[in-house]
């Protein structure tokens, strides 16, 4: 199991299903948590049930689409933890809509949120990230093979794949930086996918079911730990078989 103790993460989309499962996984493993989220109070509620002494976790409110809170967060894990061993930039969102109907702003808010975030997080961290530290980003099977009325959400998930490798040849050495790609995970943000098209979706996934937060937590940790120490530049797919890289 890996031992996290001593350990700082610094983790964005805190209070999403995916986050949450992220955030306890590491917990549980004695990391220290810097949990940031849009919604405030579910992530400091969050934060107070995890940690009622709030010893190893503080939470703040974070925009993602914001350049200036990217800066405000590391600056909070400088002051509070003095650095920054592992970061998940996990905030996004997905919403649906064909492209012919899609509003310029439509499509700012996606690669705001889901994309320029994860440029604006790294480069403010970047100064503060400890020797043999890493970063996991989510990107989507959407980044992959597209996905039908979302075109925005999976053009900046493909982009953030390729922001984390490159984001791996400049940081090499100190930092490594990986991706995990879900499919379909149970959580809110695929409420509605999974109600409309959730049997063909089920059928067309070896593993025959859905992926559950905690199966998308376990290989964001194994990418952060020393057990993937020579592991950079790469993505995990973790979604029961629907798509198979070639
Ligand atoms: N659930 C899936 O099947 C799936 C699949 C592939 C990739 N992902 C990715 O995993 C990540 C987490 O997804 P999830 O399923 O937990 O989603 P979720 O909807 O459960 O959680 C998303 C979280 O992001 C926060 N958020 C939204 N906009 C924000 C903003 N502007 N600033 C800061 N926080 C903001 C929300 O408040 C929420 O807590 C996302 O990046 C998502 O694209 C999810």
């Known amino acids: 199991m890996q031992e996290f103790t001593g350990r700082i993460l610094l983790l964005t989309g805190a209070a999403g299903g995916i986050g949450r499962e992220i955030a306890a996984f590491f917990f549980a493993r004695g990391a220290s948590l810097l949990l940031a989220d849009l919604d405030e109070s579910a992530v400091i509620n969050m934060a107070r049930q995890m940690d009622p002494q709030g010893e190893r ?5 974070y925009d993602a689409a914001c350049e200036h809170d990217a800066g405000i967060i590391a600056s909070l894990a400088h002051d509070h933890f003095g ?3 592992f970061m998940v930039p996990g905030a996004g969102i997905y919403p649906h809509c064909p492209v012919s109907q899609m509003e310029g702003a439509d499509w700012r808010r996606v690669i705001a949120i889901n994309l320029d975030s994860v ?3 790294c480069r ?7 020797e ?3 970063i996991v980003t989510l990107t989507s099977v959407a980044a992959h093979r597209g ?5 925005h959400y999976s053009a900046s998930k493909g982009a953030v794949l390729s922001l984390t490798r490159s984001l791996a040849i400049e940081l090499g050495g100190r930092t490594r930086v990986n991706a995990v790609s879900p499919g379909i ?3 809110a943000m695929t409420r509605e996918l999974r109600g409309e098209k959730g049997d063909i979706l089920k059928a067309q996934t070896p593993c025959g079911r859905f992926g559950q937060p905690r199966e998308v937590a376990s290989v964001v940790a194994f990418l952060c730990g020393d057990d993937a120490s020579f592991v950079n530049g790469e993505v995990i797919h973790v979604n ?4 198979m890289a070639g």
């Open 57 to 61: 976790i503080i939470a703040a409110r």
């Open 147 to 151: 996905s039908q009325n979302h075109a």
């Open 83 to 85: 650095g920054v061993d």
């Open 240 to 243: 029961g078989g629907l798509y």
């Open 185 to 187: 995970i149970e959580t």
């Open 124 to 130: 403010a961290v970047m100064p503060i990230l400890r």
């Open 132 to 134: 043999n530290s890493a």
């Open 119 to 121: 440029f604006y997080l």
